[in-house]
């Protein structure tokens, strides 16, 4: 078992554990650190695959994940305010009561 | 150009702004429509008479004076096809004008009198001067299409004038078979016209050398051959002469002239007796040249072609055919008809056989005796208390001086009395030149069978009228209008003869006949001077007439009067004329008819020949049988054809036009609309259903995400290994 595949596998049990809290948890805030684990394990994949892959004296993969990791946190600040205005405006953080974009 | 010939338009259009202005004016200002007309025919007469001094005035060039003026009127095909309209003066349209115009001025002037009762006065001269605008345009046209607007006119006039008082029967019928017959002429007119612009490519008589009567398009139209061999300037011809035929009364289209004297007598002398119908006399004149075109040259100066053969020869049938009915006639007008419709076949005759002057002449003097003629009876009959049965007038000698002179002058001249009368040397022209003609001698004797005829009918005529003693009154004859004088007493005027002085008659109408007031005996008296003077323009020592229209200049020459031809000609009608006069005379004035319902002379001796010239040989009754039932029958034909053949046709179309209406009624309503409507239903069902996915549950979006993203890896591992 090379060290490619255990990060592939750590990556895959982070997605995971990532896409099972986003679709079992129902309060918006812990779907949202879903979705970041989620994206964690993607860029676990794009640094292991840069640095088992076949050019790792390149800077690519580095340069592209500290790129996401940028968009991912101000994604989190878009997603926690869109949160905050959806609490403020039907007072609650459910998203099974959550249901229309309407109102 | 001359100066005169510019304003040639202003006499046709002078009555014409007449008409006009009388038709619409609505009160009835009866000294207003009969200024107007007598004055625009006055004005009219007055350049007439300075176009008729133009045309005498010598003048540059061989032949006769000729001017011609004109514009463009209407530009059809080609950039240089044009309609023209034009007028032309030369010695014929002069003649004629002054011709028209004065007959016409005298005899609007004696209408004045004896429409005086009439409720349509105003009507009445509105029609006549559209009449006269009319008739002067057909004189003055050098456009074959103008011609035929102005003759159209003409019978729409004489249509309005025969029918003028429509409210009786026969007068509306009149008026309708006028119209029709001159109608089937005219058909050949118009043929004629049509070929001749397509020959020519001009409709003008006379435009410099370019017109379709001058010699170039004639000599072109002679020397083509068409149908049957004839040449064709000669078919053209004879289609013009159809026209003429129709209007001029000629046989066979000859029945409506006589019927036509429905109309008031004033309109009789005008239209049917001195201008209209000499109007198809005129208008072969007027085409002579086309006529007489390719004819082979003689040394007697008179051109026989086939054209003008069957003018001569129609000319004479009807000259004798028209004068043997009039024997036996009782109407004083349908008399005067007969002779008319004899006449014009003479003036048809002079044309064929001695060219444009010789009928020309006859034209002219027959239009002053025969409209004194038709005013006199016109007196006659209104002194009478309209009655126009010869049979029951007689001695109106004593009652009507006047008129008896005047009549008798016009009789004389009509019936051709030697030496003094107008009608006598221009019949005599005629029978002249039918004696000299190399066609046929045929015409010749029957123009003197009619000449003879002629006289005899006329001394009938008067002898019945104004000799012996008055056989109407006896309470027979109701006034037909309000008289202005005492109503008839009945009484017989034989009873005071004795103290009727003849010239202080007037306006005692105790049932008398009674003389004519001034208005009405005046314009006789001028006819009557002109119907003796007119004949010593043409006469053959001085024949002036005949070389005014030819352009040479006469010369008086009394010798000329006894070469030995013309002295046997002129014996011979003088022997015709008197013989005439005194057969007549024997059978009706010696032993004149006692009372109303005797027999005449004539039926007595000849019964059945009087009977069948009584009914103008059957001419109408045979007409009714096979042209008019022949034409009910194609009417009858057409209807059926129509209603049953065509009709069925057109509902059957309109069948099964429906029945496809309904059957895309139906496809469209079951078909179409049903399809579309499933497939909405259908549509709906769907959306309805894939809008149930949408539970905006945004975990069982990502569910589903994750669910298709296994089967998506799971798919790529084993489809790979596949």
């Known amino acids: 078992m090379n060290p490619l595949t255990i990060c592939l596998l750590i990556s895959a049990l982070l997605f995971a554990t990532g896409f099972a809290g986003a679709v079992t948890r129902r309060h918006a805030i812990l779907v949202l650190v879903g979705i970041e684990l989620m994206l964690n394990a993607a860029n676990l994949n794009l640094i292991a695959f840069w640095r088992f892959g076949p050019h790792p004296e390149a800077l690519t993969g580095f340069i592209f994940v500290l790129f996401s990791m940028a968009l991912a946190a101000a994604e989190a600040a878009v997603g926690l305010s869109l949160v905050i205005a959806i609490y403020r405006h039907q007072q609650t953080s459910n998203l099974d009561e959550v249901r229309e974009l309407k109102g | ?15 014409l702004l007449a008409a006009g202005i009388i038709a619409v004016n609505k009160q009835p200002q009866r000294r207003l429509a009969a200024t107007l007309a007598i004055g625009s025919m006055a004005l009219g007469f007055l350049l007439s008479l300075g176009a008729f001094s133009a045309t005498l005035a010598p003048h540059e060039g061989a032949g006769p004076f000729r001017a011609v003026d004109g514009f463009n009127w209407i530009q059809f095909g080609g950039p240089d096809h044009w309609l023209q309209l034009g007028w032309v003066l030369d010695p014929l349209t002069a003649i004629m004008l002054v011709m028209v115009t004065f007959v016409g001025l005298l005899i609007f002037i004696f209408s004045v009198g ?13 029609f006549l001067a559209l009449f006269a605008a009319g008739m002067l345009g057909v004189v003055i046209a050098n456009n074959l299409f103008l011609f035929f607007v102005s003759w159209e006119i003409v ?40 070929w001749l612009y397509a020959q020519t490519g001009t409709l003008n008589f006379y435009d410099h050398g370019k017109g379709c009567l001058e010699a170039g398009a004639c000599m072109q139209m002679a020397t083509q051959v068409t149908l049957g061999g004839l040449a064709v300037s000669t078919m053209i011809g004879l289609l013009i002469f159809l026209g003429a035929v129709g209007k001029s009364g000629q046989v066979p289209l000859h029945v409506w002239l006589p019927d036509a004297m429905e109309g008031p007598t004033p309109v009789s002398a005008l239209i049917h007796a001195a201008t209209m119908v000499a109007a198809g006399v005129f208008l072969v ?70 060219g ?3 009928g020309m002449f006859h034209l002219i003097t027959h239009a002053f005796f025969k409209a004194l003629l038709f005013l006199g009876s016109g007196s006659v009959i209104h002194g009478c208390h309209e009655e126009q049965d010869v049979r029951k007038m007689g001695g109106l000698r004593k009652y009507m001086p006047v008129t008896f002179v005047v009549y008798a002058i016009g009789m004389l001249a009509l019936a051709g009395f030697p030496l003094f009368f107008s009608g006598f040397w221009s019949k005599d022209e005629i029978l002249h030149h039918a004696h000299n003609w190399s066609g046929s001698p045929i015409p010749f004797y029957l123009g003197c069978a009619a000449a003879l005829l002629t006289a005899f009918y006329m001394t009938r005529q008067v002898a019945l009228v104004f000799y012996g003693k008055y056989r109407g009154g006896a309470g027979d004859h109701a006034p ?81 009067l006894f070469t030995s031809g013309t002295v046997f000609v002129l014996l011979l009608s003088s022997v015709i004329a008197f013989t005439g006069l005194t057969l007549g005379w024997i059978l009706y004035g010696q032993r004149q008819r006692q009372n109303a319902g005797e027999k005449d002379v004539l039926e007595a001796a000849q019964p059945t020949l009087f009977k069948l010239l009584h009914n103008k040989y059957y001419i109408d009754e045979i007409y009714e049988l096979t042209v008019i039932r022949f034409n009910a029958f194609a009417a009858w034909l057409c209807d059926f054809l129509d209603q049953w053949i065509f009709g069925g046709a057109v509902l059957l179309v309109s069948y099964a036009a429906i029945g496809g209406a309904w059957v895309c009624r139906r496809t469209d309503e079951y078909l179409i609309n049903g399809g579309f409507d499933a497939a909405c239903a259908l549509l709906r069902e769907l959306g309805g259903g894939s809008s149930k996915l949408h539970t905006g549950r945004v975990q069982t979006y990502l569910r589903v995400i994750g669910v298709a993203l296994v089967l998506l890896i799971l798919f790529l591992i084993w489809g790979r290994k596949a």
């Open chain 2, 480 to 560: 037909a209008h309000a008289h202005a004088e005492a109503p008839a007493h009945g009484r017989q005027p034989s009873a005071h003869d004795h103290d009727l002085d003849p010239d202080h008659n007037h306006g005692h109408g105790h049932g008398t006949p009674h003389e004519s007031p001034a208005v009405m005996t005046v314009p006789l008296m001028i006819l009557a001077a002109f119907a003796i003077l007119l004949g010593f323009i043409g006469t053959p020592a001085w024949p002036w007439f005949d070389g005014y229209l030819t352009g040479e200049a006469a010369s008086f020459d009394l010798g000329k």
């Open chain 2, 356 to 358: 444009v002057a010789v």
């Open chain 2, 155 to 194: 019978g729409l006039t004489s249509y309005l004038l025969i029918g003028f008082w429509f409210h009786k029967p026969s007068a509306a019928a009149a008026a309708k078979k006028a119209f029709i017959t001159t109608r089937i002429g005219d058909l050949g007119l118009l043929l004629g016209m049509v």
């Open chain 2, 285 to 354: 004149a007027r085409v002579y040249p086309l006529m007489a075109a390719g004819a082979p040259p003689l040394e007697t100066g008179v051109p026989v072609t086939t054209a003008l053969t069957v003018v001569t020869w129609v000319g004479a049938i009807t000259a004798i055919f028209a004068a043997s009915i009039a024997v036996a006639q009782y109407d004083i007008k349908r008399i005067l008809a007969y002779s008319t419709v004899s006449q014009l076949g003479f003036m048809m005759i002079g044309i064929g056989v001695g």
């Open chain 2, 114 to 126: 004896y429409m005086a009762q009439d409720q349509n006065f105003m009507r009445f001269f509105c």
């Open chain 2, 1 to 15: 150009m001359n100066g005169i010939v510019q304003f040639l338009w202003l006499i046709p259009v002078l009555p």
